[in-house]
């Protein structure tokens, strides 16, 4: 490439750079413009999680760590995204888990300044493990319909309580509010399992607990 082609090129660079940079000044003022910019804005700004959460059993996994997006008029609707650990117990390797989880809290009843109770939280979450021991059809090695379902993918409904701790504005590093909860829940298999084989109530219900972290 000769001297004269990279100052065309160059040229053409500049007259491109000053024509947006002029378009853009003479747009900056445009309603439509400001508003489409704002929409964009706030686009991104509601993919950001309003939350995060620490979880101690629950179907999901031994231990797991998500975020989440509250919303709604009073942030009565939430969902989660957790990635668990499941250790060797039985198997020969540790397993990785994923949930999504949709949350309702009805109501939120404050106790004082500091503390608020949630006196009943309802939720539906799926759960999936990434091991080849799991599958989403039947293996060939077992007859059609012996199972019927997948072993894969887990559907979980769970009720619980929270208590909730606001963080003095003095005093906040990382979140504003602290909550704690716990969770009885139960899924599709142990459902079925409790109806065909008369199970009691310890044996298809499962207790967890954790902690959820209010960013803003």
């Not at 650990?85 to 949350?103: A, C, E, V």
């Not at 607990?209 to 209010?214: I, R, Y």
Request: glycine fraction near 6%; include cysteine; charge should be positive.
């Amino acid at each position: 490439m000769n001297l004269s082609n990279i100052k065309r090129m160059l040229l053409c660079v500049l007259v491109s750079f000053f024509t947006v940079a002029g378009y853009a000044e003479r747009t900056e003022g445009s309603p439509q413009y400001q508003k489409r910019v704002n929409q964009y804005r706030d686009l991104w700004e509601n993919l950001i999680p309003t939350y995060s959460k620490l979880q101690y059993a629950g179907g999901m996994g031994f231990l797991n760590v998500g975020v989440g997006w509250a919303y709604g008029k009073n942030k009565q609707w939430e969902t989660d995204a957790f990635l668990g650990f499941i250790p060797r117990y039985s198997s020969d390797n540790s397993k990785i888990t994923m949930t999504l989880k949709q949350n309702f809290i009805p109501w939120k009843k404050p106790i004082n300044s500091s503390f608020t109770l949630e006196p009943l939280t309802c939720s539906l979450y799926f759960n999936t493990v990434f091991s080849d021991e799991f599958w989403t059809q039947e293996p060939d090695r077992y007859p059609r319909g012996y199972y019927g379902f997948s072993t894969r993918v887990r559907t979980h409904i769970s009720v619980g309580q929270r208590l909730c701790f606001q963080i003095p504005d003095k005093k906040r590093f990382f979140s504003r509010s602290v909550t704690a909860f716990y969770e009885i829940s139960t899924c599709d298999l142990y459902v079925v399992s409790a109806f065909t084989n008369h199970l009691g109530l310890e044996d298809f219900l499962r207790l967890s607990f954790g902690l959820k972290f209010d960013i803003f």
